[in-house]
């Protein structure tokens, strides 16, 4: 949750067409939005750790003259409002969205859904870009993203592992709700528009294969998107890092 000679990111076991949405046979065939791609964790770590991204030693700081990127990685469950507090984050502070559907959509211009080579290509978009960012100084990125632990931190690691060798800083946020919440939430049409899990099925299905938790780093930020606006939510996330000083891309 990619086949290419660039190089790959992360795997994740089950994604649906959005961040990370995974679901059972019974969640899919109650919502023909949801597909099912089954990768072993084995198989995703693997991936990971043969990109070519993993081998490199050198640090390689942003090309002259170009600041040194801040990444904040936006992560949660699904229907937990990272999209609209990442657009609400971006209307105040100028930076890039890197919106995890992006890299799906591109997959999807030349497979199938889950098929062979698919998330192999939807790794190496994601990787790739990041690369791209960091090596031009492009100042700041707020990136989706659904995350799993533990599988998805062999690419959670990488990504830190980008933003380390070009001297960048990863800010990781984990936004969170309640289930009622959530299951309020999932319906929204704007969802559907760009094929995410719009079931109370598959959510329940989803929240039931996999661990949604904040990464395991000690300076996660945690914020209740509940009990918070999204601009509210967007506020705190600039306060919290020091993104005011951040300049137009």
């Known amino acids: 949750m990619m086949d290419s000679a660039a190089p790959t990111l992360s795997v994740t076991t089950v994604r649906s067409y959005g961040p990370g949405i995974g679901r059972s046979a019974t969640a899919r065939n109650s919502n023909a939005n949801l597909e099912v791609n089954r990768l072993s964790l084995t198989s995703r770590r693997t991936a990971v750790l043969d990109s070519p991204l993993c ?48 890299a799906i959509d591109v997959a999807r211009t030349v497979f ?19 690369d791209a960012a960091a090596l031009h100084g492009v100042p700041l990125v707020v990136a989706t993203y659904c995350y799993a632990e533990p599988d998805d931190r062999p690419a959670f690691e990488q990504f830190e592992a980008i933003l380390q060798r070009h001297r960048g800083e990863l800010h990781a946020v984990f936004l969170h709700c309640s ?5 309020r939430r999932v319906s929204n049409a704007d969802r559907a528009e760009h094929r995410k899990i719009t079931s109370e099925i598959g959510l329940n299905d989803f929240l039931a294969q996999f661990n949604m938790s904040p990464v395991p780093r000690a300076d996660c930020l945690a914020l209740d998107t509940e009990t918070s606006t999204a601009d509210a939510t967007a506020q705190e996330i600039i306060r919290h890092f020091h993104l005011t000083s951040v300049r137009r891309c």
């Open 112 to 130: 199938d859904f889950g098929a062979p080579g698919f998330w192999a290509l939807v790794q190496t978009v994601r990787s790739s870009v990041l």
């Open 55 to 102: 081998h490199r030693s050198a640090v390689d700081a942003p090309l002259s003259g170009q600041l040194s990127m801040k990444l904040i990685f936006l992560h949660g469950a699904p229907a937990t409002g990272k999209l609209t507090v990442a657009r609400a984050l971006l209307r105040i502070v100028p930076g890039r969205l890197f919106d995890n559907h992006a």
């Open 179 to 183: 289930k009622a919440e959530m299951i």
